[in-house]
């Protein structure tokens, strides 16, 4: 399937699609492999998808990679996805330049490992000019903290006298966030079965479609990406107004 399958309306495909890729733990453990096989599963999964979105035109989308509560998880698990994220970058991203993604992060990225830190920096700064695909990887991501942080940049403005508190408005906050110049998400997908949005995004999916499948991340392929879209196309958008034809 590298092209757009012919029931999905090209017209109506959602422009940023935001993933909570859950389920590789319990992926391996079905197979009775460790948690990390997994992950190296579901980085191969997610490679695809990438790759997805370019062929079929859809121009932005946005994954959790690795959230502030985390950090929880054993030492291990969490060394070994910090080694993983590294060692993608360094030998995926000369593909993923020449196939014209631009990445971006999102996150407090300043408590990540230093080499990693610059692999980061590397990366988006190679890449900053492509405008195949946007593909913004949330690292040690936390919404609340994300507005948080940006209700303190705004304070501190008000403070110095050069913003006013009745100027600010919505997009002034949206302006503070990791990525502001981005759309919010058209479409939300979690994988596993789990229904809740874990701290993310939560300003910017204020009228995303919400998709939830028990397929597990690392079984996320094309065709169950084809379904989910499928499904969003069924839905009828009416951001708080009335109904229209498709509901009517
Ligand atoms: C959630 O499944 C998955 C993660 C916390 C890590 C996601 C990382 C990858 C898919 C690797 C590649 C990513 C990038 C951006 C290069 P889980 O471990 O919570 O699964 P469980 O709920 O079954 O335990």
């Not at 030492?75 to 593909?95: D, H, I, S, T």
């Amino acid at each position: 399937m590298k092209t757009l399958p012919v029931d999905i309306d090209r017209d109506r495909l959602p422009q940023h699609v935001a993933f909570i890729m859950d389920g590789n733990g319990r992926w391996a453990k079905q197979r009775g492999l460790p948690r990390i096989a997994g992950h190296r599963q579901g980085a191969r999964i997610l490679k695809d998808l990438v790759r997805c979105c370019k062929d079929w035109g859809i121009p932005t989308l946005t994954v959790y990679a690795f959230s502030t509560e985390n950090w929880q998880r054993p030492l291990k698990e969490v060394e070994f996805l910090m080694r993983l994220f590294e060692r993608l970058l360094r030998k995926e991203l000369a593909e993923m330049h020449q196939e014209g993604v631009r990445l971006q992060f999102l996150g407090d990225l300043s408590e990540l490992p230093s080499t990693l830190q610059t692999e980061m920096t590397q990366a988006c700064d190679i890449t900053a000019q492509n405008q195949g695909v946007t593909f913004n990887v949330a690292v040690n991501y936390g919404s609340r903290l994300e507005i948080t942080r940006a209700c303190q940049a705004l304070a501190q403005q008000v403070k110095q006298g050069i913003l006013n508190p009745e100027d600010i408005d919505e997009s002034t906050i949206s302006q503070q966030l990791y990525a502001p110049n981005g759309p919010d998400p058209d479409l939300l997908i979690r994988t596993s079965g789990e229904q809740r949005l874990s701290n993310y995004l939560l300003w910017q999916l204020a009228y995303t479609e919400l998709y939830f499948t028990d397929r597990f991340w690392p079984d996320f392929d094309r065709s169950a990406f084809h379904e989910a879209l499928l499904a969003y196309q069924q839905r009828d958008r009416r951001f708080g107004k009335v109904a229209t034809a498709l509901s009517a």
